[in-house]
């Protein structure tokens, strides 16, 4: 299967060792986010808006400021003013200003002596509220006589007369759509409807933040990326970025959910405020779920024209998103360029509306905007090929977008693997298995575009030739093991005798989270350089000692070789002789790179999902899952697997039973895992799993980002079985048992 | 908060009487913990009662039906092999509650006591006539377990009353029970709807039948009507039909975030006709 232009013969990539961090994990040892504790600590609880909308007319903190043990009390009024953009954003979700924007909204923060004081302390400070009009629902809110609930707040490319709450507006395409419908044997218009997730990480936020009078601070957090935390509490709190050291802990899960900040800069603040004195802060689920970002609900129409043959001629979406109360945080500008990116569309036109509603701000969720566009998109696909009776595949197949192909958003693609994925899914043997009655099988593509962006990383050899790895992007899903597998092939060196840290905000550059699916993609190229370097170094010191030229040198097998007969007879000089002496050569050697990284390898994968949906309850099971994706290279299979079930199983929650569910009041009414509806193990069979090999040929070893692409296509995958398993199409999600039955009842 | 350990079901009674404000009795505590640790219910006094002899015993009596104690675990029940032959339906509604954790600690009393309209023990033990005997102030009396739901939240518990032990009466030949709940999930969730059915063979025939709904209505409920349309029946599909029918008919459900009027009406009828089965079965034999 694998395409190589580049080197294919591996010692250690493609391997599947324990990971380095996994003793520490399965024995309790790692430091998550809630571990830190410091002395003389303070602890944190947070008052929050019980109401979806409400004007705040009077903080009183006296009789909380009154109790023993209560060191500070902050609000808005301690923030500073002036902001804008994003950090007015960030600061708006921090604290409310003179409005609370939705249920769970911060309003103020109290530190004491202990967690249960700080709770009660938080119980007396009483807020006073003018209940105002809410709106919820993305459709609701995008209607011309909605609450219009922060007017002011549209941008230059909202066109004249959109509603109230419309923000933001995209538009962009290519062809003539009306000659493609025209030229089509079968045009479909639908409308799809997702509700918001979210991404249901284990481990809920914490922090244990300290920040003296002059400013300079700390923070020990649970984060995707430190440097991101440290930018935006010091724009909310009005403080220099580089008087924050930021420190990054284990991590229980982000997907998205924690590259950016929600009560950070209160723990700072506090601190502040009590002199100078750490505080922690803990949220708890309900915290989580009620103000922390899930990804945005989305409104969708579709229109497609399709030949005879499954040829696609034409493709329209127009789609409404809302990303909470806080402008810019709807996916729009990543959902339209996802919706036709498998297609080598002709004629395609997109356009997008971002909605303002009374809900929490909007974070990143595991390729933000694909699963939604996909589930509108690959739908109607599905319910086109079923009505001119065409193989699913084979319609993928007939319009997949390959080398060469223009994407549906402009740019050309070069090498990518989606046909490889579609060939695989259908030669697997999942695509044949027998269904029994109330069965139903469906399939559907999905696509990332990964990213690379900003990285620093720095290699050091140590005096017995182990090497060390410093990277600046928290470890979610293996990356430091498979860092370390790249190290360990360009040292040509043991897997054991790599370690890589990841470090805090003083130790490297500036890196970006670990999101976009770009850890393992981009510290592999920036390790690379960085490794070449040292090796550069320990050539020359070989030279000198052989009294040769450093060119005459080369790296091969872990030590430093002479290059070719006319170098000289030698024997090797291994990275361990050549450390143990660097001392006395010149001193230490290290190398390090920066770059902000492109080269990026978009992703493409294939689902093909088995399940039996009860006639009687609308219960569906899923019964067999295979997801078929191309990650360039595995670096480390066993973890590019994991990513591929995790995504698979965050979309199966999704297509079924997750939802932002809320009262009349505007209130979230499941804010615990009870209610609010992850699946668990025993919901889930075994994820079969296929790893397609297409290598990025911007990456030195041919690595693709593998997180989130897993995640684009279950919700349509599903929804297209479970209409092949009763006959009912369901377009909008989740496809709870009610919602499922009372359509197998009116299809009667 | 004050924390009581009392010796005797009299001492425990004597302190909720003398208490004056939030009270709670401790059995395994995974509603009262979790309550507590969610600021729901903070209670003033909380009597726990497992330091009373015999709370963790379960015997056989002389009748041939069984005397459980208010602290055994749902997970000891299921352990105990002459009790779920007796009663399956009876302790795979308790088995249902929770992960393996909990089961170490929930209790059959503080699922009843809790006072969950969709707790899952209650509807079986309700179909098996199970009663438990209420201490309080002025002695100890016979209650059936129907008998002690009051709402969401309530119990016809007067101030002062506790639970001291649970009573199954013999099982006898040729009957049969089973409870089946509707979730979303397969684990970890609150039912939707449950059923319990609980019945006697003559022959082929259907001698006697209880039929009880659970998270339909306020409290769990009794339907006589859809007892009746098993009766004298060998459950034969009009039987079944009518069966559901009538549980469908007994529902006053609610729509909430867990499901609707609509939906939880439906599938009352579809898990009766489905319990109804299996505890037919098992009266038949089945394992
Ligand atoms: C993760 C999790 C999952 C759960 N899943 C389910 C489920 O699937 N189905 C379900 O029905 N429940 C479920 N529950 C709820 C709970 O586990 C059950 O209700 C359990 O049976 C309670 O028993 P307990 O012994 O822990 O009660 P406790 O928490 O000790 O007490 C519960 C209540 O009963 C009262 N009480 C206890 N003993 C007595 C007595 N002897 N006399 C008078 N009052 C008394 C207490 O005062 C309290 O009000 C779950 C709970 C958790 C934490």
Redesign the pocket.
């Known amino acids: 299967m694998p395409k190589d232009e580049l080197k294919t013969s591996f010692k250690w990539i493609g391997t599947r060792p324990d990971r380095p961090d996994g003793l520490d994990k399965v024995t309790g040892r790692a430091r998550y986010g809630a571990d830190f504790s410091l002395p003389n600590m303070l602890h944190a609880a947070v008052v929050r808006s019980p109401h979806a909308h409400a004007r705040i007319k009077k903080i009183d903190a006296s009789k909380a400021l009154a109790l023993d043990g209560v060191k500070a009390v902050v609000t808005r009024a301690d923030l500073p003013t002036g902001l804008s953009g994003e950090d007015l954003n960030l600061q708006d979700n921090t604290l409310a200003g003179d409005v609370a924007l939705y249920d769970g909204h911060a309003v103020a923060a109290v530190a004491a002596t202990s967690a249960l004081l700080a709770k009660d302390a938080a119980k007396l400070i009483e807020v006073e509220y003018e209940v105002l009009p809410h709106v919820i629902d993305v459709d609701d809110a995008f209607r011309a006589d909605a609450p219009v609930i922060r007017p002011g707040l549209a941008d230059h490319s909202v066109p004249k007369g959109a509603p109230g709450n419309v923000t933001r507006y995209i538009e962009f395409g290519h062809g003539d759509v009306a000659a493609g419908f025209a030229e089509a044997d079968l045009v479909r218009e639908e409308t799809y409807k997702t509700e918001a997730t979210h991404q249901g990480y284990i481990e809920p936020h914490a922090c244990v933040g300290q920040m003296g009078a002059d400013g300079k601070g700390e923070m020990w957090v649970c984060t995707q990326g430190q440097w991101y935390v440290r930018r935006m509490c010091a724009a909310v709190l009005g403080t220099e970025a580089s008087q924050l050291r930021v420190t990054p802990s284990e991590i229980g899960g982000g997907f998205g959910g924690k590259t950016t900040i929600f009560m950070e800069p209160l723990a700072l603040a506090l601190s502040r405020k009590a002199g100078g004195r750490p505080v922690k802060l803990v949220m708890s689920r309900s915290e989580v779920l009620r103000a922390t970002g899930p990804t945005a609900s989305a409104s969708m129409d579709v229109k497609i024209g399709m030949k005879k043959d499954g040829r696609i001629t034409a493709g329209t979406v127009s789609f409404r998103m809302q990303g909470g109360a806080f402008p810019g945080m709807s996916p729009i500008g990543e959902a339209l360029p996802c919706a036709f990116a498998c297609y080598d569309m002709p004629n395609v036109h997109h356009e997008a509306y971002e909605v303002l509603a009374n809900r929490p701000k909007a974070a990143a969720y595991r390729a933000p905007g694909s699963p939604m566009a996909a589930f509108a998109v690959e739908s109607l696909v599905d319910e086109m090929s079923r009505e001119l009776g065409l193989d699913p595949i084979d319609v993928r197949l007939t319009n997949g977008a390959k080398e060469g192909t223009k994407s549906s958003y402009g740019p050309k693609f070069n090498q990518i693997g989606l046909v490889e994925t579609l060939e695989a899914a259908k030669a697997h043997p999942n695509y044949a298995a027998p269904l029994g009655p109330n069965q139903g099988r469906g399939v559907a593509s999905g696509f990332w575009f990964n990213h690379g962006g900003e990285t620093s990383v720095s290699v050091a050899i140590g005096e017995d030739g182990t090497v060390q790895v410093s990277v600046g992007t928290p470890d979610i899903g293996g990356s430091r093991a498979s860092i370390a597998l790249m190290t360990a092939e360009t040292f040509g060196i043991d897997y054991d005798d790599v370690r890589v840290n990841v470090v805090e905000t003083g130790a490297l550059g500036v890196n970006e989270p670990t999101h976009g699916s770009r850890a393992t993609h981009s510290n592999g190229k920036a390790m690379y350089e960085a490794a070449g370097q040292a090796i550069r170094e320990l050539c020359k010191r070989a030279a000198a000692d052989w009294g040769i030229d450093a060119e005459a040198v080369e790296w091969a097998d872990g030590a430093a070789q002479p290059a070719g007969p006319n170098a000289g007879k030698f024997p090797p000089m291994s990275l361990r002789e050549i450390a143990g002496k660097m001392g006395s050569t010149g001193g230490p050697i290290s190398g390090h790179h920066e770059i902000t990284m492109g080269g990026v390898g978009a992703s493409f994968g294939t689902h093909v999902v088995d399940v039996e949906v009860d006639p009687e309850t609308g219960r569906t099971t899923i019964l067999r899952y295979l997801v078929v994706q191309d990650a360039g290279r595995a670096i480390h299979p066993a973890y590019v697997e994991g990513q591929y079930q995790g995504g698979a199983a965050q979309g199966i929650g999704w297509a079924l039973n997750e939802s932002y569910i809320y009262g009349k009041d505007g209130r979230l009414q499941n804010t615990v895992f009870l209610d609010y509806r992850i699946p668990v193990a025993s919901d889930l069979p075994m994820i079969d799993t296929v790893i397609v090999e297409v290598p990025n040929p911007g990456h030195p070893y041919g690595v693709r980002g593998v997180g989130e692409t897993g995640i684009t296509p279950p919700l349509p995958a599903i929804a297209s079985a479970v209409a092949a398993a009763t006959g009912v199409r369901l377009r909008e999600l989740p496809m709870s048992p009610p919602k499922v039955l009372a359509a197998i009842k009116a299809r009667g | 908060m004050r924390y009581h350990t009392p010796a005797t079901f009299e001492a425990a009674a004597a302190l909720a009487a003398e208490a004056s404000g939030v009270t709670?009795?401790?059995?395994?505590?995974?509603?009262?913990?979790?309550q507590l640790r969610a600021g729901m219910v903070t209670p003033d006094d909380l009597i726990d009662?497992k330091k009373i002899d015999g709370v963790k015993t379960m015997a056989r009596t002389k009748d041939g039906g069984w005397q459980i104690g208010?602290a055994v675990s749902?997970a000891e029940l299921g352990a105990n092999a002459a009790l779920v032959a007796d009663w399956p339906g009876v302790v795979e509604g308790?088995e249902?509650?929770?992960?393996t954790q909990?089961q170490g600690?929930?209790?059959?009393?503080?699922?009843?006591?809790?006072?969950?309209p969709?707790?899952?023990?209650v509807p079986g033990l309700v179909a098996a006539g199970a009663t438990v005997t209420v201490t309080g102030p002025s002695g100890s009396r016979e209650v059936p377990v129907g008998e002690i739901p009051a709402g969401p939240g309530k119990?016809a518990?007067k101030k002062g009353?506790?639970?001291?032990g649970v009573t199954l009466p013999p099982r006898g030949k040729n009957g049969g029970d089973a409870y089946l709940r509707f979730i979303p999930r397969t684990e970890?969730?609150?039912?939707v709807v449950g059923c319990a059915v609980n019945l006697r063979l003559d022959g082929d025939k259907i001698a006697e039948a209880r039929v009880v709904l659970g998270a339909v209505a306020p409290t769990v409920i009794v339907v006589p009507e859809a007892a009746k349309a098993i009766i004298g029946t060998t459950l034969d599909d009009a039987a079944l039909e009518k069966l559901a029918q009538a549980a469908s008919a007994a529902c006053k459900p609610i729509d909430d975030k867990r499901g609707t009027v609509a939906f939880r009406t439906d599938v009352a009828g579809v898990l009766a006709r489905r319990a109804a089965k299996i505890a037919y079965d098992r009266a038949k034999g089945a394992k």
């Open positions: 709670r009795f401790l059995a395994g505590g995974t509603d009262v913990l979790v009662l208010v749902g308790m249902l509650v929770g992960s909990v600690r929930a209790t059959l009393v503080g699922n009843l006591c809790n006072g969950s969709a707790a899952d023990s119990t518990l009353e506790v639970i001291s970890m969730d609150i039912a």
